[in-house]
């Protein structure tokens, strides 16, 4: 049993070894990564990013494909014919309500 435990603790020793530098590393990434991205919420806080997300928002709408109209949707004018057809101006709601 002391065999076991003595060969359990030596290779727990040199796995320690192993795994320091890769520890070391992992803490200086998180550490990093929690100082930027602390950073970056303080300044989108203050509004120091905003211009640069507006812009890049425009961007991507200019970027993206032309819609094409969506045919649910009906656009009704009223023209200046129709106005002094009715003699009456501003139509009132009830009279648009009637024709369409």
Known sequence: MNKISHKIRSAAA???KLYKPSLL???SVLIASAAVTISLMGARQLGI???LELSAYD???RMRPD???DPRL????ITEADIQKLKQWP?????IAEIL
């Not at 009906?74 to 004018?77: A, D, F, I």
């Open 14 to 16: 040199q796995l320690s």
């Open 25 to 27: 590393l992992a803490k």
């Open 49 to 51: 990013l905003e211009p």
């Open 59 to 61: 961007q991507m709408l």
């Open 67 to 69: 819609a094409k109209p």
């Open 74 to 77: 009906l656009v009704v004018g």
């Open 91 to 95: 139509i009132s709601d009830r009279k």
